[in-house]
Protein backbone atom coordinates (compact mmCIF):
# COMPACT_ATOMS: atom_id res chain seq x y z
CA UNK A 1 0.00 0.00 0.00
CA UNK A 2 1.54 3.48 -1.28
CA UNK A 3 0.13 6.46 -0.10
CA UNK A 4 2.08 9.57 -1.31
CA UNK A 5 1.87 12.77 1.44
CA UNK A 6 2.36 16.64 0.41
CA UNK A 7 2.05 19.34 3.35
CA UNK A 8 -1.39 17.01 4.46
CA UNK A 9 -0.40 15.08 7.09
CA UNK A 10 -3.76 15.17 9.04
CA UNK A 11 -5.39 13.94 5.60
CA UNK A 12 -2.57 11.48 4.58
CA UNK A 13 -3.02 10.57 8.50
CA UNK A 14 -6.51 9.94 7.74
CA UNK A 15 -5.66 7.76 4.78
CA UNK A 16 -3.22 5.76 6.58
CA UNK A 17 -5.65 4.48 9.60
CA UNK A 18 -8.13 3.18 7.12
CA UNK A 19 -5.36 1.16 5.73
CA UNK A 20 -4.22 0.05 8.92
CA UNK A 21 -7.86 -0.52 9.76
CA UNK A 22 -8.06 -3.31 7.15
CA UNK A 23 -9.04 -7.04 8.14
CA UNK A 24 -7.16 -9.23 5.30
CA UNK A 25 -6.13 -12.60 4.96
CA UNK A 26 -2.61 -11.66 3.81
CA UNK A 27 0.24 -9.20 4.93
CA UNK A 28 -0.13 -5.44 4.21
CA UNK A 29 2.99 -3.21 3.88
CA UNK A 30 2.28 0.66 4.03
CA UNK A 31 4.78 2.57 2.62
CA UNK A 32 4.13 6.17 3.40
CA UNK A 33 6.02 8.55 0.69
CA UNK A 34 6.84 11.91 2.52
CA UNK A 35 7.06 14.24 -0.71
CA UNK A 36 8.85 17.59 -0.02
CA UNK A 37 9.33 16.85 3.70
CA UNK A 38 11.75 17.20 6.19
CA UNK A 39 13.80 14.65 8.48
CA UNK A 40 11.63 15.91 11.22
CA UNK A 41 7.93 15.64 9.07
CA UNK A 42 9.32 12.25 8.44
CA UNK A 43 10.27 11.46 11.52
CA UNK A 44 6.66 12.19 13.02
CA UNK A 45 5.07 10.07 10.56
CA UNK A 46 7.32 7.49 11.50
CA UNK A 47 7.01 7.75 15.34
CA UNK A 48 2.16 8.28 14.62
CA UNK A 49 2.25 4.65 12.74
CA UNK A 50 5.64 2.93 13.32
CA UNK A 51 4.69 -0.19 11.22
CA UNK A 52 4.87 1.69 7.95
CA UNK A 53 7.83 2.43 5.93
CA UNK A 54 8.07 6.37 5.81
CA UNK A 55 10.21 7.22 2.45
CA UNK A 56 11.16 11.20 1.93
CA UNK A 57 11.65 13.21 -0.71
CA UNK A 58 13.44 16.15 0.00
CA UNK A 59 11.90 17.93 -2.82
CA UNK A 60 8.15 17.76 -4.43
CA UNK A 61 8.56 14.85 -6.94
CA UNK A 62 5.14 14.92 -7.66
CA UNK A 63 2.06 11.92 -7.96
CA UNK A 64 4.36 10.53 -10.46
CA UNK A 65 7.45 10.74 -8.48
CA UNK A 66 6.15 10.50 -5.00
CA UNK A 67 4.48 6.81 -6.03
CA UNK A 68 8.06 5.70 -8.26
CA UNK A 69 9.70 6.36 -4.70
CA UNK A 70 7.03 3.99 -2.71
CA UNK A 71 7.67 1.43 -5.32
CA UNK A 72 10.92 1.22 -4.91
CA UNK A 73 10.66 0.97 -1.47
CA UNK A 74 8.00 -1.86 -1.75
CA UNK A 75 8.38 -5.22 -1.75
CA UNK A 76 5.21 -6.96 -2.87
CA UNK A 77 3.78 -8.54 -5.49
CA UNK A 78 0.74 -6.09 -5.76
CA UNK A 79 1.20 -2.52 -5.25
CA UNK A 80 -1.79 -0.69 -4.07
CA UNK A 81 -1.95 3.20 -4.17
CA UNK A 82 -4.33 5.46 -2.35
CA UNK A 83 -4.80 9.31 -2.67
CA UNK A 84 -4.24 10.72 0.74
CA UNK A 85 -7.18 12.70 0.30
CA UNK A 86 -9.55 9.08 0.54
CA UNK A 87 -10.08 6.67 2.88
CA UNK A 88 -10.33 2.86 2.04
CA UNK A 89 -13.90 1.09 3.00
CA UNK A 90 -13.98 -2.03 5.17
CA UNK A 91 -13.20 -4.92 2.35
CA UNK A 92 -11.04 -3.05 -0.07
CA UNK A 93 -8.05 -4.15 0.01
CA UNK A 94 -9.17 -7.83 0.21
CA UNK A 95 -11.45 -7.56 -2.55
CA UNK A 96 -8.81 -5.65 -4.56
CA UNK A 97 -5.55 -8.07 -4.06
CA UNK A 98 -8.29 -11.51 -4.98
CA UNK A 99 -9.39 -10.27 -8.12
CA UNK A 100 -5.58 -9.20 -8.96
CA UNK A 101 -3.78 -12.46 -7.35
CA UNK A 102 -7.12 -14.67 -8.49
CA UNK A 103 -7.24 -13.75 -11.95
CA UNK A 104 -5.54 -14.21 -14.92
CA UNK A 105 -1.95 -13.02 -15.64
CA UNK A 106 -2.59 -11.03 -18.47
CA UNK A 107 -4.61 -8.74 -15.72
CA UNK A 108 -2.19 -6.26 -14.61
CA UNK A 109 -4.67 -3.37 -13.05
CA UNK A 110 -7.73 -4.00 -11.16
CA UNK A 111 -9.35 -0.37 -10.65
CA UNK A 112 -11.28 0.44 -7.56
CA UNK A 113 -14.70 1.92 -7.24
CA UNK A 114 -13.77 5.56 -5.82
CA UNK A 115 -17.66 7.05 -4.31
CA UNK A 116 -17.64 10.64 -3.36
CA UNK A 117 -17.25 12.12 0.01
CA UNK A 118 -20.83 13.52 1.41
CA UNK A 119 -24.47 13.74 0.26
CA UNK A 120 -25.64 16.00 -3.03
CA UNK A 121 -28.74 16.64 -4.81
CA UNK A 122 -29.44 18.85 -7.75
CA UNK A 123 -28.57 22.33 -8.11
CA UNK A 124 -28.24 24.24 -11.23
CA UNK A 125 -26.21 26.38 -9.21
CA UNK A 126 -23.79 23.50 -7.59
CA UNK A 127 -20.42 23.47 -7.73
CA UNK A 128 -19.63 19.67 -9.62
CA UNK A 129 -20.69 19.65 -12.95
CA UNK A 130 -21.28 15.89 -14.76
CA UNK A 131 -20.00 15.14 -18.22
CA UNK A 132 -23.94 15.51 -19.18
CA UNK A 133 -24.22 18.91 -17.97
CA UNK A 134 -26.04 18.84 -15.13
CA UNK A 135 -24.70 20.38 -11.60
CA UNK A 136 -24.91 18.80 -8.07
CA UNK A 137 -24.24 20.64 -4.59
CA UNK A 138 -23.69 19.30 -0.68
CA UNK A 139 -26.73 18.21 0.86
CA UNK A 140 -27.33 16.47 4.02
CA UNK A 141 -30.67 14.51 2.92
CA UNK A 142 -29.35 14.31 -0.93
CA UNK A 143 -27.56 11.02 -2.43
CA UNK A 144 -24.30 9.37 -2.61
CA UNK A 145 -22.67 10.22 -5.74
CA UNK A 146 -19.55 7.45 -7.94
CA UNK A 147 -16.42 9.79 -8.37
CA UNK A 148 -14.75 7.09 -10.35
CA UNK A 149 -15.00 3.17 -11.70
CA UNK A 150 -12.24 3.96 -14.27
CA UNK A 151 -11.03 6.17 -16.35
CA UNK A 152 -12.70 6.77 -20.23
CA UNK A 153 -10.60 7.64 -23.53
CA UNK A 154 -12.28 10.14 -26.22
CA UNK A 155 -11.22 9.82 -29.46
CA UNK A 156 -10.22 13.78 -28.66
CA UNK A 157 -7.51 12.66 -26.50
CA UNK A 158 -9.39 13.78 -23.31
CA UNK A 159 -9.60 11.32 -20.39
CA UNK A 160 -12.34 11.27 -17.53
CA UNK A 161 -13.63 9.27 -14.53
CA UNK A 162 -16.69 6.79 -15.59
CA UNK A 163 -19.66 7.10 -13.92
CA UNK A 164 -18.23 10.63 -12.27
CA UNK A 165 -21.31 12.37 -10.32
CA UNK A 166 -23.66 8.75 -10.93
CA UNK A 167 -25.71 8.46 -8.02
CA UNK A 168 -24.56 5.32 -6.56
CA UNK A 169 -28.16 3.71 -6.09
CA UNK A 170 -28.57 3.19 -9.57
CA UNK A 171 -24.69 1.96 -10.03
CA UNK A 172 -24.43 -1.63 -10.06
CA UNK A 173 -24.64 -3.89 -6.78
CA UNK A 174 -22.84 -6.81 -7.43
CA UNK A 175 -18.61 -8.33 -8.48
CA UNK A 176 -18.74 -6.89 -11.59
CA UNK A 177 -17.25 -8.77 -14.58
CA UNK A 178 -15.43 -12.20 -13.79
CA UNK A 179 -11.91 -12.01 -13.98
CA UNK A 180 -9.92 -11.29 -17.27
CA UNK A 181 -13.16 -10.20 -18.87
CA UNK A 182 -12.09 -6.97 -21.31
CA UNK A 183 -15.37 -5.40 -22.90
CA UNK A 184 -15.32 -2.71 -24.59
CA UNK A 185 -15.91 0.22 -22.27
CA UNK A 186 -19.32 2.86 -22.36
CA UNK A 187 -19.01 5.37 -19.66
CA UNK A 188 -22.01 5.70 -17.70
CA UNK A 189 -23.95 2.49 -18.84
CA UNK A 190 -22.19 -1.00 -18.10
CA UNK A 191 -19.79 -0.49 -14.84
CA UNK A 192 -19.42 -4.33 -14.98
CA UNK A 193 -17.23 -3.68 -18.39
CA UNK A 194 -13.78 -2.99 -18.04
CA UNK A 195 -12.39 0.48 -17.95
CA UNK A 196 -9.94 1.93 -20.51
CA UNK A 197 -7.58 2.60 -17.69
CA UNK A 198 -7.56 3.04 -13.68
CA UNK A 199 -7.65 6.20 -11.82
CA UNK A 200 -4.15 6.10 -9.41
CA UNK A 201 -5.79 7.58 -7.05
CA UNK A 202 -7.41 3.85 -6.34
CA UNK A 203 -5.84 0.92 -7.79
CA UNK A 204 -4.12 -2.52 -7.35
CA UNK A 205 -1.37 -3.25 -9.79
CA UNK A 206 0.74 -6.23 -10.78
CA UNK A 207 4.33 -5.00 -9.77
CA UNK A 208 6.31 -7.23 -12.51
CA UNK A 209 3.94 -5.90 -14.99
CA UNK A 210 4.81 -2.83 -14.00
CA UNK A 211 8.23 -2.87 -13.38
CA UNK A 212 8.41 -4.76 -16.95
CA UNK A 213 7.36 -1.03 -18.57
CA UNK A 214 9.73 0.81 -16.71
CA UNK A 215 6.41 2.05 -14.31
CA UNK A 216 5.40 5.67 -13.99
CA UNK A 217 6.56 8.12 -16.42
CA UNK A 218 8.26 10.89 -13.49
CA UNK A 219 8.21 13.51 -16.07
CA UNK A 220 4.48 13.99 -15.84
CA UNK A 221 4.92 15.28 -12.22
CA UNK A 222 0.90 14.83 -12.22
CA UNK A 223 -2.07 14.29 -14.39
CA UNK A 224 -2.09 11.86 -16.92
CA UNK A 225 0.18 9.30 -15.12
CA UNK A 226 -2.03 6.61 -14.76
CA UNK A 227 -3.38 7.68 -18.46
CA UNK A 228 -0.04 6.81 -19.99
CA UNK A 229 0.77 3.47 -17.66
CA UNK A 230 -2.87 2.19 -18.38
CA UNK A 231 -2.47 2.83 -21.91
CA UNK A 232 0.91 1.14 -22.02
CA UNK A 233 -0.22 -1.69 -20.03
CA UNK A 234 -3.06 -2.38 -22.93
CA UNK A 235 -0.15 -1.60 -25.56
CA UNK A 236 1.60 -4.56 -24.15
CA UNK A 237 -1.36 -6.79 -24.23
CA UNK A 238 -2.46 -6.53 -20.45
CA UNK A 239 -6.09 -6.37 -18.76
CA UNK A 240 -7.14 -3.63 -16.60
CA UNK A 241 -10.11 -4.53 -14.99
CA UNK A 242 -12.65 -2.89 -12.41
CA UNK A 243 -14.01 -4.13 -9.08
CA UNK A 244 -16.86 -2.64 -7.34
CA UNK A 245 -16.04 -4.94 -3.93
CA UNK A 246 -13.22 -2.76 -3.30
CA UNK A 247 -14.39 0.90 -3.01
CA UNK A 248 -12.80 3.85 -1.00
CA UNK A 249 -14.15 7.27 -0.40
CA UNK A 250 -12.91 10.06 -1.66
CA UNK A 251 -12.63 13.84 -0.17
CA UNK A 252 -12.62 15.48 -3.96
CA UNK A 253 -10.32 18.20 -4.19
CA UNK A 254 -8.92 17.35 -0.83
CA UNK A 255 -5.23 17.81 -1.71
CA UNK A 256 -5.45 20.27 -4.33
CA UNK A 257 -7.23 23.06 -6.65
CA UNK A 258 -8.96 20.95 -9.79
CA UNK A 259 -9.54 24.27 -11.75
CA UNK A 260 -6.10 26.16 -10.81
CA UNK A 261 -4.52 27.43 -14.14
CA UNK A 262 -1.11 25.59 -12.87
CA UNK A 263 -3.32 22.10 -12.77
CA UNK A 264 -4.95 23.10 -16.27
CA UNK A 265 -1.47 23.57 -17.61
CA UNK A 266 -0.22 19.99 -16.33
CA UNK A 267 -3.38 18.42 -17.90
CA UNK A 268 -2.99 19.99 -21.20
CA UNK A 269 0.67 19.11 -21.64
CA UNK A 270 0.39 15.53 -19.95
CA UNK A 271 -2.60 14.63 -22.32
CA UNK A 272 -0.52 15.98 -25.36
CA UNK A 273 2.58 14.33 -24.13
CA UNK A 274 0.43 11.01 -23.81
CA UNK A 275 -1.14 10.87 -26.96
CA UNK A 276 2.24 11.63 -28.45
CA UNK A 277 3.43 8.55 -26.88
CA UNK A 278 0.82 6.11 -27.32
CA UNK A 279 -1.74 7.13 -30.12
CA UNK A 280 -2.37 6.66 -33.37
CA UNK A 281 0.34 9.51 -35.12
CA UNK A 282 -2.92 11.29 -36.30
CA UNK A 283 -4.94 11.55 -33.45
CA UNK A 284 -1.64 12.61 -31.37
CA UNK A 285 -1.12 14.89 -34.36
CA UNK A 286 -4.59 16.38 -34.00
CA UNK A 287 -4.24 16.81 -30.15
CA UNK A 288 -1.65 19.33 -31.12
CA UNK A 289 -3.03 21.57 -33.40
CA UNK A 290 -6.07 22.17 -31.16
CA UNK A 291 -4.01 22.75 -28.33
CA UNK A 292 -2.30 25.36 -30.70
CA UNK A 293 -5.33 26.92 -32.21
CA UNK A 294 -6.65 27.07 -28.34
CA UNK A 295 -3.30 29.14 -27.44
CA UNK A 296 -3.97 31.61 -30.17
CA UNK A 297 -7.24 32.15 -29.05
CA UNK A 298 -5.57 32.57 -25.23
CA UNK A 299 -2.70 34.55 -26.16
CA UNK A 300 -4.09 36.73 -29.21
CA UNK A 301 -5.87 40.39 -29.06
CA UNK A 302 -9.11 39.26 -28.43
CA UNK A 303 -8.16 36.31 -25.71
CA UNK A 304 -11.47 37.19 -23.18
CA UNK A 305 -11.46 34.78 -20.90
CA UNK A 306 -8.57 32.41 -21.76
CA UNK A 307 -7.99 28.36 -20.37
CA UNK A 308 -4.50 29.20 -19.97
CA UNK A 309 -2.47 32.27 -19.23
CA UNK A 310 0.67 33.49 -20.77
CA UNK A 311 2.87 31.04 -18.14
CA UNK A 312 0.79 28.12 -18.49
CA UNK A 313 1.48 28.10 -22.19
CA UNK A 314 4.84 28.56 -21.37
CA UNK A 315 4.64 25.76 -19.46
CA UNK A 316 3.42 23.86 -22.05
CA UNK A 317 5.35 25.09 -24.83
CA UNK A 318 8.29 24.19 -22.84
CA UNK A 319 7.88 20.50 -21.54
CA UNK A 320 6.71 19.88 -24.91
CA UNK A 321 10.56 21.03 -26.45
CA UNK A 322 11.77 19.50 -23.74
CA UNK A 323 10.24 16.12 -23.82
CA UNK A 324 8.51 15.65 -26.55
CA UNK A 325 11.68 14.14 -28.57
CA UNK A 326 12.46 11.65 -26.16
CA UNK A 327 8.70 10.58 -26.21
CA UNK A 328 8.28 10.29 -30.00
CA UNK A 329 11.20 8.07 -29.59
CA UNK A 330 9.66 5.79 -27.38
CA UNK A 331 6.62 5.38 -29.90
CA UNK A 332 9.18 2.86 -31.30
CA UNK A 333 8.38 0.53 -28.44
CA UNK A 334 5.11 -0.49 -29.96
CA UNK A 335 3.81 -1.21 -33.23
CA UNK A 336 1.55 1.80 -35.23
CA UNK A 337 -0.55 -1.65 -35.68
CA UNK A 338 -0.95 -1.95 -32.03
CA UNK A 339 -1.63 1.73 -31.22
CA UNK A 340 -4.40 1.69 -33.89
CA UNK A 341 -6.11 -1.33 -32.40
CA UNK A 342 -6.08 0.05 -28.57
CA UNK A 343 -7.40 3.12 -29.38
CA UNK A 344 -10.05 1.99 -32.29
CA UNK A 345 -11.46 -0.64 -29.84
CA UNK A 346 -11.06 1.91 -26.56
CA UNK A 347 -11.26 5.55 -27.78
CA UNK A 348 -14.94 6.90 -27.34
CA UNK A 349 -16.70 10.01 -29.25
CA UNK A 350 -16.21 13.42 -27.24
Request: aromatic fraction near 8%; charged fraction near 25%.
Amino acid sequence: MIIVNWRQPELTARAVESVLAQRTTFPVETVIVENEGTAESAEALRARFPEAVVVLNTANEGFAGGVTSGIAAASGEVLVLLNNDAVALPGFLEAGVTRLVDGPARVAAVAARVVLEGRFAPDPAGPLRGVDGARWAPADDGEELLNSTGVVLTRSGNCYDRDWLRPVAAAEPDAGAQPGTDARPHAGADTAASPFAFTGGAVFLRASAVAALGGFDTRYFMYYEDVDLSWRLRLAGHEIVYEPGASVRHRHAGSSDHDSPLIRSYSMRNRTLTMLKNAPLGAALAVVLRSAARAALDLGPRRGDPYLDRAGWRLYAGSLRRFGPAILRGRRATSARERRRVFGLYAEAG
